[in-house]
Structures are given as structure tokens and as C-alpha cells.
Nanobody, 127 residues
Framework: QVQLVESGGGLVQAGGSLRLSCTASGLTFSAYTLGWFRQAPGMEREFVAAISGSGRRIDYGDSVKGRFTISRDNAKNTVYLQMSSLKPEDTAVYYC????????????????????WGQGTQVTVSS
């Protein structure tokens, strides 16, 4: 049974930083692209960042480029999202997701392409 468990969310002031973690079990971790998505109330789920299984390919959503950094540790089955210069508009539930990515040349940017999802962790940025 595949499980993705996020942690590290919380309340932070604007301009602050948080690091999210997502630990996976039940899958061959290094074979999967790992992505972070977020969803604010009343909004669609938004792509934040993703990293390929080897870590060589990375992509970011336009709204977080230059502020967020995704990384992974395949020995620990964990992917991280370092978030800096946080803004109130970053407030959302953040989800970790895994995509096997068979036959894909590019990182998947659409939530529908991801096979497995975590339960989400709340990030709230106060102004």
C-alpha cells in the first residue's frame, strides 16, 4: 500500500520560511517523480514544484520561482519543499504527489497525471 505523508506545515508571518517534508512508503521511491501542489479554498489545485526520480529534472510553478526549492533524498524516501519569502497568497493546503512517469520526457505539471497523493498539510501565511 502506497502512502505519502506530509509534514512541516504551520503558521508563519509574511517574509518567513517553512520546510515541508513528504515521506513515502510502499513504492520504489527513486522511480517516481515527486511533486508538490497546493489548493486554497475555492481554488483549483495548483502546481508548485516537481522533481524527477534522479533529481536531475526540476520544474516550478511561476508563482513560486525564486522563492521555493524542491529537493529529494532517495535514501530516506523523502522529498522536501523549502519555502522562503512567503506571502499571504501562499496560504493553502500543500499536497505531495507521486508520478511514475512512464514514457514521459518532461515533468508532469497536471495533477491528473499523478498516481498517488498525500493527505495534505496546511500552510498559513499571515500579513
Amino acid at each position: 500500500q502506497v502512502q505519502l505523508v506530509e509534514s512541516g506545515g504551520g503558521l508563519v508571518q509574511a517574509g518567513g520560511s517553512l520546510r515541508l517534508s513528504c515521506t513515502a512508503s510502499g513504492l520504489t521511491f527513486s522511480a517516481y517523480t515527486l511533486g508538490w501542489f497546493r489548493q486554497a479554498p475555492g481554488m483549483e489545485r495548483e502546481f508548485v514544484a516537481a522533481i524527477s526520480g534522479s533529481g536531475r529534472r526540476i520544474d516550478y510553478g511561476d508563482s513560486v520561482k525564486g522563492r521555493f526549492t524542491i529537493s529529494r533524498d532517495n535514501a530516506k524516501n523523502t522529498v522536501y519543499l523549502q519555502m522562503s519569502s512567503l506571502k499571504p497568497e501562499d496560504t493553502a493546503v500543500y499536497y505531495c504527489a507521486a508520478d511514475l512517469g512512464i514514457g514521459k520526457r518532461a515533468i508532469a505539471l497536471s495533477a491528473s497525471e499523478y498516481n498517488y497523493w498525500g493527505q495534505g498539510t496546511q500552510v498559513t501565511v499571515s500579513s
